[in-house]
């Protein structure tokens, strides 16, 4: 079993930036490919960045690349998420996920395992 918790979120101006952080309980943190997620209010919950176990491999979606950095110290159990340029329709919680399987990046909600409880991201226009 696997504890995640986010933080970091907040209210941020349009074109501001802010940095997500996930701490993960155990001690196989390494060994779990993560996964940021987001949910704006009446859409589902959708992929927004993932990284492998080693931080050698991202993948993102599309409209945030270039302005999101996902990276990872295994050494203290945390992934962050690094956002820039924000713009009001990334609103959303922003949630951290962990796949225990998978060597490659998944990008679907059915491939994560464990689950945090979500950090608000609020970009005001």
């Known amino acids: 079993q696997v504890r995640l918790v986010e933080s970091g979120g907040g209210l941020v101006q349009a074109g501001g930036s802010l940095r997500l952080s996930c701490v993960a309980s155990g001690r196989t943190f390494s060994s779990y490919t993560m996964g940021w997620f987001r949910q704006a209010p009446g859409k589902e919950r959708e992929f927004v960045a993932g990284i492998n176990q080693s931080g050698g491999s991202t993948d993102y979606k599309d409209s945030v690349k270039g302005r999101f950095t996902i990276s990872r110290d295994n050494a203290k159990n945390t992934v962050y998420l690094q956002m820039n340029s924000l713009k009001s329709e990334d609103t959303a919680v922003y949630y951290c996920?962990?796949?225990?399987?998978?060597?490659?990046?998944?990008?679907?909600?059915?491939?994560?395992?464990?689950w945090g409880q979500g950090t608000q991201v609020t970009v005001s226009s």
């Open positions: 996920a962990a796949d225990r399987r998978a060597a490659v990046v998944a990008v679907t909600i059915e491939e994560y395992d464990y």
